[in-house]
């Protein structure tokens, strides 16, 4: 089955400099990327996705990247701030409903 | 506030018990996702159901069962229950059966004593 590794699992940065988190993929028919924030205390929280038939999506301070033939993908967060502090998640699917989720990363952002 | 609703919010129990864990998702969802999210495990699908039918199943013990009901609420049974199950359970929803946004409720805690 499909396996989604995420690194790094912990992330700490400083008030204004960007984030970066990779998560690579094994099955090369996955297509469906989707990146989830979880607060503390509560369920996740879609921030973005990306098809695999796009290489890169930006929605304000937040963009993804991805490479099919490397088979990782990226969050990019920049101008972070500190209620950007949160696990965030990376997930992959091929097909509907079946998705894979990274291990997440703790991402703290330092005023 | 995702339209999620899950009950309880906390359960406490003892090994051996049986407990039900509810979830209605946002209105006009037919797709409801369960997850499981341990300590060391992060987030695993266990089950989708899609207007009342399974649809895909992951990691789900055979201790674990769940189903969807005709007014689209779903419930996830857990039964035999260990150490091991305790952990956050996550129910998420979605309009269709396409690859699209899931919307998490705030999760159920378990914990088994």
């Known amino acids: 089955g499909e396996n989604v590794e995420q690194h790094p699992s912990t992330l700490s940065v400083q008030e204004g400099d960007s984030a970066v988190i990779k998560c690579t993929y094994s099955?090369?028919?996955?297509?469906?990327f989707p990146w989830y924030k979880q607060e503390l205390g509560k369920g996740p929280q879609l921030i973005i996705d990306i098809r695999s038939n796009v290489g890169e999506k930006k929605d304000q301070r937040i963009a993804v990247t991805l490479n099919k033939t490397a088979k990782h993908f990226s969050l990019h967060i920049t101008e972070t701030q500190p209620e950007d502090s949160a696990v965030y998640f990376c997930a992959a699917s091929k097909r509907a409903g079946k998705s894979t989720f990274g291990d997440g990363t703790t991402l703290t952002v330092k005023p | 506030d995702s339209g999620v609703t899950q009950t309880p919010k906390h359960l406490i129990t003892a090994t051996g018990q049986r407990v039900t864990l509810r979830c209605s998702p946002r209105s006009g969802d037919l797709s409801v996702y369960w997850y499981q999210q341990s300590l060391d495990q992060g987030l695993q699908f266990l089950i989708q159901y899609y207007n009342g039918e399974e649809r895909a199943k992951g990691n789900i013990l055979e201790r674990f069962s769940a189903q969807q009901f005709p007014d689209l609420h779903s419930e996830l049974n857990l039964s035999s229950l260990e150490l091991g199950d305790s952990a956050l359970y996550f129910c998420?929803?979605?309009?269709?059966?396409?690859?699209?946004?899931?919307?998490f409720g705030p999760g159920t805690r378990l914990l088994v004593l």
């Open positions: 099955d090369s028919a996955s297509n469906y």
């Open positions: 998420a929803s979605s309009s269709g059966t396409e690859q699209e946004t899931q919307y």
